[in-house]
């Protein structure tokens, strides 16, 4: 059986909402005893210059 959808079909299908960059978010935080624990989140940006107003809280 032949292959019915292209790559450049696939392409062809991105829409401006799935246009932009999947960032991992990383922040370090201390916990009570003194500990350095970190916590990551993956968070979807349309522009490199939107990171310094991304806010991930624990």
Do not use: H
Request: proline share 0%.
């Amino acid at each position: 059986m032949a292959k019915q959808t292209t790559f450049a079909d696939k392409v062809k299908k991105k829409t401006k909402t799935e246009t932009g960059y999947n960032v991992k978010v990383i922040k370090g935080y201390r916990t009570e005893s003194g500990n350095l624990r970190f916590f990551y989140k993956f968070v979807r940006v349309n522009d490199l210059n939107e990171l310094a107003n991304v806010d991930i809280s624990k």
